[in-house]
DNA sequence: TCCAATAAGGTAAACGTTTACGTTCATGCT
DNA sequence: AGCATGAACGTAAACGTTTACCTTATTGGA
């Protein structure tokens, strides 16, 4: 197989003890014969054995991250932020794709542990009684991403989805709408469902607008045809409608789908904001504007946070990232 | 700390190897003492330490994959198709991002090398010589996804890119035009490059269609600005085209964007199909006509035949996948 | 009755590192 | 000269498993 600590040493006539040290850049042992050692690994082609050095040091070195979905631009790019993140700090990633299901989830989550890895990121999903019971069992550091928990105190990454709705309807507001719609996704859910929903109300409270039940409509979940959907059953129960508010940019992009099949003119007739700022937001027409989550960064961080708590062993804050809104085509002031 | 196999040994009065067996399904033990045993385990939560197993049965149960970029779901598709096939073999997957950069990716495969893990899925880049020679020396089992190895003989899957784009053109020519134009991504690129713009051609030589320098436009890249600038220059130096094969369908949607500031209307005017089947290729407007790369599938057969090849150490042979024409609604006939 | 075979279980080495502790030797100081 | 000190190593235990090999008791057959 592969070379071992104890071929270097027997080649370079010194101890795996002499070895160690100079692969750990500790002291005890002269220059020359670091040289020497030096050269025989790079003879050999001794590559360290990350696995024997997990067993005793306790450090994998490895994280891991669990998803719901992974085909969505959405959560990719949360990853990609961790990966950068873990890249730096030397560390790599497991990905783990839950698919909403509790029982996957605690398989993964046993995986994870019996893999010994430092530390896991759980991303876009509620975090359940049960997930938390068993982390806190194996006693495995824990960062939330994209998501909260109201029960637990975890630290976790997101923006503030209360006032990044609010924020969007305060701008459609601003551009002199006032018969405004929304297409919500799942209200049930706490992290991404209710929190923009009544965001979304608060502002047209704060201005001041009417709202009925008829402003929004609620939809399953947060995709493509929930947005065609969506836009269908708005105009037949809010037909004044001028603009929307989507909660995500796929029902944004369904919605303009929808529109432009009902031959509704995207902005002249109608404007729509999403939310997101995925990659498909700038590729549509028209081009969407929406409210900008930084997912990259987002993920950064958390990885970040993460690795900060396992050298300190300190818990870290919870970080709010600021979300931003991303100006294209698809709002038009009324006037 | 957690528990070991020892605790739980003692706390059942039998001997760790006793306690191994049970855990590993073995005989050598009563009944009434692995009931015993499995209580002892589950009363202390003990987990079998993975790094400890890794190290005596060089199996990690781990397999890394290497990845150009991530923010696309053509790769998180394929991501998806691998993690559920590992998560199927017990496996976990260890993702990296090269970003095309060599350095980036031999300290990847250095990194994942130390891991020990199992095997290593080479996705949608150019295995670099020194990969290669990296790879042999480290004897790393490996598997070529969505790309191929000219030099090298290693397995790979993947769909023939010369033969999807003949069929792409061929079907536009079916639809009866004659006028047909190409926005190529890199053609120095000798996978998703090179074949698709010479099996774009043969087609058209096939149908005894002239064809010239002006036919076909080179971009860097596949992504949505390249179509925007892709049509224009093509629109200039080919005005009478009636169709159009885009080599990705990020380009093809960069083109449809393009082709509605300009005010020419898809399908009517321009037909266009795509390359991949995206997941945006369905949310477009119109709904983009193009052809499938069964992505999560080839995925999902690439670690099939990695967790076969650590199986049996043979060596299995290439698959090339079956590509589709998905029918929406860019292309239409002209009479 | 005795022996071989089998079931049930234990002992200890091995996997490839890190590291606490011990040893040797040269050096400098008094 | 004698001694403390520090540099430069070596030895061996430890991490948590698996497994080859050994031991003991039981059983069935001749």
Known sequence: ??????????????????????????????????????????????????????????????????????????????????EKAAGISGSSVIVCHTEYNGEKTLKYLQLLSEKRVDGIIFASEVLREEYYQFLKKSNIPIILLSTESPSFSIPHVKVNDFHAAYSAASYLIEKGHKNIGMISGNKEDMIAGKPRIEGFQKALADAHIPLSEENVVYKKGFSFPDGVEGLKELLKQFPSVTALFAASD???????????HLGIKVPDELSIIGYDNLNIASMSIPPLTTVSQPLKEMGETAAGMLFKLLETGKAPNSILMPHQIIERFSVKERI
């Open 1 to 82: 197989m592969s070379y071992t600590i104890k071929d270097v040493a027997k080649k370079a006539n010194v101890s795996i003890a002499t070895v160690s040290r100079i692969l750990n850049a500790q002291s005890g042992y002269s220059e020359k014969t670091k040289i020497r050692v030096l050269q025989v690994i790079e003879e050999l082609g001794y590559q360290p054995n990350a696995i024997a050095r997990g067993l005793i040091n306790k450090r994998t070195h490895t994280i891991g991250v669990l998803f719901p979905k992974l085909s969505s631009s959405l959560v990719t790019d949360l990853l990609d932020g961790i």
């Open 250 to 260: 796929e029902i944004a992009i369904g919605a303009l789908s929808a529109a432009y």
